[in-house]
């Protein structure tokens, strides 16, 4: 165990981990105390990332905007991931009809592209935070439930199911209590995966003005109040936030990648 | 008298990525008469199979042979470069799997697949090859050979498409055959077509028979010498009648003790 | 060799090939069927969008509106019906191509799309081209020698390309490109001041070359550069995984061993056995990418001005302006269903397995 924590991805993913839940307070700066007077300054000494148009320190908003675009993606994640492996494991389990009526659901989410998918909810309900988690959840829920009911199906003949049929349980104890635990690897793995898409999400709808209102520092958005300055020289209001997109992307990735061979390692 | 295969002291040593090795074949010492049927038994991943792929250099990825020596008719095999291989493979020495629907090509119709053989073996054009094709059907025995022809692998039953690799393999008329469980997976009366097959072919062309199985009966039918594989090493060689009934090492004991032979 | 009557094992596994014709209608019969209920269903999403997107009644009225005419109004847009005849005459008009109008513009959804629609499929098929062209023979390439060169670089970059922001990538490449570098034109259209081509297909690129207009076709690639590579770079990592894991599963099948074993040389196995085994997965990552990316290109779209679909919804998005918005996903959505339900059939023309 302590081997695996050597390694670069695992010790990364650490210190990733690190500026997420203290980002706050290393910040060296308030992200939304503007200053007028120091509007577009390069990088320097006071200000490591430079400011932006508003004056705010990129650092500090970078900083800031990790621990908003890790909550948004975990807490949607969670939820989409969560009804998607259930869902999944009811379609496994049940079979027939049911299977067939899930599987048509998922198609139909899934042949929305992401962004145009998240265009049209915000169109219905607005945007904002909560319904950015919403976006999230729905678009992970056909992931989950796919590699869930493709893990769970060559199962649902097992015996140890109808044991647990014959002593009386009711379905839904047996699916959750019983069925699921054994996709656990898989859906611990797919967990870090979409995270990681889920970040992406939250920063392109950022990007084009949905999703996490300005002035709350958020990746997305700081790249986009960024991009016109870039064609001017002014690079740094949105390179570091893209940057930082790239670094924790890279990074869960890795440690997925990382995950994945030693599973198989252990299991030779 | 001249031994058609010699094999001498062989090492093999797979390399994985990330630097840790795996020692399938770890000093294998046999030999393959002329018109002999030697098997080869022990139970899974003691290296039978290992020693068929090294022979024709078919090793998996990161495969090594790195100690002794491979001869054929007296001349070492294993020091010549690739290139040499293939004339060797189909020609000289061929091969049969375990499961023949999967040794074929699923999107080629069988007949095309045969046909490959010729043309790319004695330099048959197209239509030459189909027809010999065709012709190798018939002398199967199958009663409609253009039918047969035009199917896929996975349309035909184990006991044809393996008689059809058999035939294949032994287009060329190569002088040693070897066999990778080639009956394994098929069901009793199948395989008493297959190894009739196989027998009446092998006497034709006067060749040699190398058998790998873990069925200790079959190999005791069909091949006269026997060894006796475990963990990379052969523990004991000999003629199949002597191995069977009096078996020297406690290896062989046990393994004949949990066949019941 | 003795003539022995094998027919008798034979029949049972003898297929009528009236049976499979038979079995292969009835798939496609029930995949069709499939694709309009999954049509269904997507119309219906967009259709309760335009519910909820707020009440279209109000601003086609304004303030001073009395009470009769409000009613005489909702009569007019139907919006006194049940909600399920709301939703047939949203299917009629969908099915004669009303998608609505633009409320910015007044002019139809469905020709502002029609007119932006070439700009996107440009952009998509040169991205796809660009990606095909690196990430299959890398894929293939690093599956015959695995750990090379070509396994790395292929993996690092499949790495960057799922973790860099499509839109920042961009902004990066304008800025070193076109800022520093002075290489490729500023982001903002397709052409400079130049007018386009006659119009033959819509591209513009394609459309020159019809002309004779080298010139031409040089600007349009010019501009067409950055966010093409921008856009592949992002979406090729499936196709460089999915190439090398289906070249690498074919390389290890027993039957590639087999015709080695059979004397088959090695240049004959890689295009009569290996390709064709291993080409149906990377059709089908191909043609889904391409069928995503219709309406994924968005955020390359907006990046470099690039006057698609993409950009066309989120302008309208800008404006609380609803219709395009939902022309736009019902038209990906729809466009993605088709593909994936054609590359599905293609499936089974490319593997006489799955006929059976």
Redesign the interface.
Known sequence: MINQLKRPPVFIFLILLFIVLFGPLLAPYDPLEPKPMNTLAAPSWNHWFGTDNYGFDVLSRVLYAAQIDFSLSLVGVLIGGGIGSLLGATAAYKGGFTDFLLLRFVEVIQSFPVLLFALALFAAIGGGNRNMILVIAIVNVPMYLRIIRSSLLPLRTAEFIDAARCAGLNGLTIVIKHFIPNAKGQIFSLFVLSCAYAIQIIAGLSFIGLGVEPPHPEWGSMINAGAGYLMLGVWWPSVFPGLAIVISVYTINGLSRQQMTHQIRSSV | MKNLLEVKRLHVEIKSNDKCSVYPLQGVDLQVGLKENVGLVGESGCGKSMILRTILRMLPHGGYQTKGAISLNGNRIDKEDDNYFETIRGKKISMIYQDPVSALSPLMRVGEQISDIYRYNINATKVEGWNLALNLLESLGIVDPKKVAYRYPHQMSGGMAQRINIAMALVCEPQLLLADEPTTGLDVTTQMQVLELLHTQLIRLSASLLFVSHDLRVVKKICTKVGVMCKGKIVEFGNSSEVFSNPSHPYTKSLLECAQI | ???????G??DS???NNYAILIRLMRYFLKRLG?LF??LI??SM??F??TR??GTPLYAAIGVYSTKEMIEERKEQMGLNKPLWLQYVDYLKGLSNGDLGSSRRTFAPVKEEIGERLPATAELVIYAVGISIFWAVPLGAIAAFK??SWADRLGSVLS??G???????LG??F??IF??ILDIFP?PFGRLGGSDPPPFVTGIYTIDALINGNFTLFLEAVKYLAMPAITLSFTSSPPIFSVTRSSFSNVLG???V??????????R?IKF??IT??AAPPIINIVAMTFG?M???A??VE??FSWPGIGTY??QA??FSD?DP??G??LL???L??VI?FLVDLLQIL????LR?
Do not use: C
Not at chain 3, 162 to 168: E, I, K, N
Not at chain 3, 257 to 266: F, L, T
């Open positions: 060799m003795k003539s022995q009557n094998y027919s094992n034979e596994k003898q297929k499939i209920i999954v269903a997507v999403l967009t309760s969008v909820f997107a695995p750990h790495q960057f799922v973790s860099v922001p499509s839109f920042w902004l990066i304008i800025y076109y800022y500023a099948s027993k039957f061993e087999a015709a080695r074993s059979y004397g088959i040389p090695s004959v009569r056995h064709p085994n995503y219709i309406g994924g968005v955020l907006v990046v919804a989120v998005m800008d609803y918005v939902l736009v996903v990906s959505a729809t993605y269903v994936y490319l593997d006489p397995r059976e």
